[in-house]
Structures are given as C-alpha cells and as structure tokens.
C-alpha cells in the first residue's frame, strides 16, 4: 500500500467511524475513537509486514493490543477502507484474515483459524481465516472460523457461531436466548444481619 493509499483509507475509516457512531460528530471527533489508534497502527505494522519487518510489525500490533483494549490484529491480515470497530474489546482478526471495503464489527469478535490440527494439513500459505466481503456488520461475540467466505452486504448477528460460507446479501442470526428450565420453587436463603 502506498503512502498515498494509507492516506485514502486511513480517511475512509475516519469517515466510516462518523457514518456509524452516532456519538461522532466530526473528523475530529472522530480522531478520538477509542479503536481508532488499533486500526491505524494495524495499518502502519501491515506495510511493514509487508516488507518484511515481521517482528517490528508484530511489536507494533501487540503494543495496539495492550493500549487499545484487546483488539488483536495480526499484521499480515488485509483489510480494506473505512473499517470500523465498535466497542473493540476483544476482537481478535488472523493472519491470513482478509476483510473488504467499508466493513463494520462490534465487540469480541473472532475472526480466527479452526485449530492448529486442522492448519497443518493445510499446503502453506493457504488461507486459514475468514474472507469478508465489503459492506458487511458482524455483530457483538460472533464468532466467524476457517477459510469461510462471508459474501458482500451480509449482517452476522450478535453470537453467531459461522463455519459455513455464507452467500452475498445474507442475514445470520444466532438463536435467541430463552429459558431452560423453569423453576418450581423459590429458594429462600436468610443471611445473618450481624
């Protein structure tokens, strides 16, 4: 990516932030987004990855981890313009990850590999992480694993766990929480007062 093209996406994702977080009223409010230093160091550590400075690229993303609440980007992910984290705690993006334009995910979100038993079977430099598409939302805790393709103009809802491609245009939701077993009996405990 050239200087001029970090330029261009670093200001795509600082209009992506005003596009999504009602709280933002401006650029420069925008520049106070707490997940905002994730994504630009991100940005930083990927070129350098890219040129082959792995350790100091890696160094870069676990210093964003640390000060920007859990949000671990691997450098050598690809992510296009204007992505937005919302409530970034948590997130975790692979290696070999590769997120398009405009793209939007919320709080403890995993993009991750199966499982380093099924990554050893695979040829190397073969994609283990989720490939999303552009203008996807991938709700609160889901969970999306493998080489899955996410197709563009999807929603992934709030706790879904995604194992399967999923066509352009989709919709998937986790099912809604509901009782399990009803209680027959209250329990009373009485605590002393002392």
């Known amino acids: ?16 932030i005003r596009a999504r977080d009602p709280s933002c009223a401006s650029r420069t409010e925008a520049l106070l987004h707490p997940a905002l230093p994730a994504i630009w160091t991100y940005r930083v550590a990927h070129r350098l990855h890219r040129r082959g400075l792995r350790r100091t690229a890696r160094f870069l993303s676990g210093l964003a981890r640390v000060l920007c609440g859990g949000i671990e980007i691997h450098p050598g992910a690809r992510i296009g313009r204007g992505f937005f984290i919302d ?17 939007t995910i919320f ?13 050893r079977a695979r040829p190397a430099g073969a994609r283990r992480h989720p490939l999303v598409g552009d203008r996807v939302v991938i ?22 766990l995604v194992i399967d491609d999923v066509p352009g245009g989709s919709r998937i939701l986790a099912p809604p929480a509901g009782p399990y077993r009803l209680r027959t009996t209250a329990v009373v405990v009485n605590f002393p007062t002392w």
């Open 87 to 103: 409530h970034g705690t948590g997130v975790v993006i692979g290696e070999t990850a590769v997120i398009g334009d405009d793209v």
């Open 107 to 119: 709080h403890q979100v995993t993009l991750g590999a199966v499982g380093w038993w099924h990554d």
């Open 1 to 16: 990516m050239s200087a001029a093209a970090w330029v261009r996406a670093a200001v795509a994702d600082l209009d992506m």
């Open 139 to 160: 709700g609160a805790n889901a969970t999306l694993l493998g080489p899955i393709t996410v197709g563009p103009d999807s929603v992934v809802g709030a706790q879904a």
